[in-house]
């Protein structure tokens, strides 16, 4: 199988859509697949420039030609924000000839359209929006993706996003896979000193990660304030927020550095906005308990992978969450949008050894027996290779 896969954000950029794509590359690249990625080129970085930690056995193409495009006083902006980035597109499946192509986000949408009715392949969407209906003419853009464009097939990460394709595209195809997390990645053998060392922290210190992008529905203004509480009743502990402000809000991380200096919690809570996908291991390994603590999510990729590590997780009781806490006592669960249940929590475990180690280990047997990246890729692998048969005998 030859698969194109189109995603306007990729590695090094973190995050549950770019966490998700690199995943599906990299697994189906090592079960034999040719692979190809089209991202953008990220802010600050050079054409042709090489990135450490890109998937293994797959050929990522950084688009950046049509920056100049863009920058041409003699071309009609519009135009090219439509359609700017098809040259460079159709240099790559001139070159690739995929089987297939599938795209990772609704922005991406028109795109693999347009390269399947070019090409006479099937296209297959996955979406990690979580509320594009709120959006300017978010309807409207659910409607032309799900009603008018019509994937071949879309890739539901969770059944949030299933039963979303299922009302705005009725009677489109869905497959439900589950995101799954690579438990040989993100495993409890993994040396969290470095990071430790880096943040000047000692073994009798308790360190709470919180990951995620810097937008407000992660809650992490409410662990903020949640922490207030904490470090006065446990001294020793630290808070690490982990997060980047790609496709976030600057407003919000800059609210988030004020509540810090308002609550006079600079010694006490870090913010690191520099942290890429590949060193995340690393920064939770680092954990002593990891706070997901979210108004909303599609899919908690995150606590996934903080489970997979071994890591007690504190998190929100909300669709995205639940449906991944399939088994009792394998994570603790507080409202979403209450500091004073989660500051009682993070007490309560910065306390006792015992619990966050029985915590942990309940964890990692859940997501490596349910939320393996094996079983999602090789679930996928099924779906997409049907998807190509089927264009092999004249069904795109």
Known sequence: MRLLIITSSFH??????????WE??????????DVVVVTDLPRGHQAGEVFAGDPEGVDVRRLSRYHEILADPSKIHWEQMAYG????????IDEFRPDLVLTNSMD?????????????IPWVATFHEHSPQDEP?????????????????????GAFYAERAAEWGPGNPVELIYHGVDTERFHPGIDGRPVREHHGL??????????????????IREAISAFDRVRRACPGARLLIVGSVSSASLDYSAQLDADIAALDLQQTVTIDRTVTFDRMP????????????????????????AMS??????????VGVRELLTAPGVARVVPPGAPEPLAHVLIELAGSAEERSRLGKAAREHVVGSFSKQRMVERTESVLLTRSARREAGHV
């Open 108 to 120: 991406a949408a028109l795109l693999g359209k347009t390269v399947s009715l070019d090409r006479g």
């Open 85 to 92: 980035l098809m040259p460079e597109i159709r240099d790559v």
């Open 309 to 318: 590590m071994g890591k007690p997780v504190v998190t929100t009781d909300i």
């Open 24 to 33: 599906v590359a990299e697994g189906l690249a090592a079960r034999g697949h």
């Open 202 to 219: 000692t073994d009798q210190e308790t360190l709470f990660v919180l990951a995620g992008r810097l937008k407000p529905r992660k809650g």
């Open 137 to 157: 003419l978010g309807a409207g853009r659910l409607r032309l993706v799900h009603g008018v464009l019509k994937p071949s097939l879309v890739l539901a990460g």
């Open 12 to 21: 090094p950029v973190i995050g549950g859509a770019e966490t998700y794509a």
């Open 282 to 305: 690393g920064v939770l390994a680092a954990a002593d308990v990891v706070v997901q603590p979210s108004f909303e999510e599609g899919l908690g990729i995150s606590v996934l992978e």
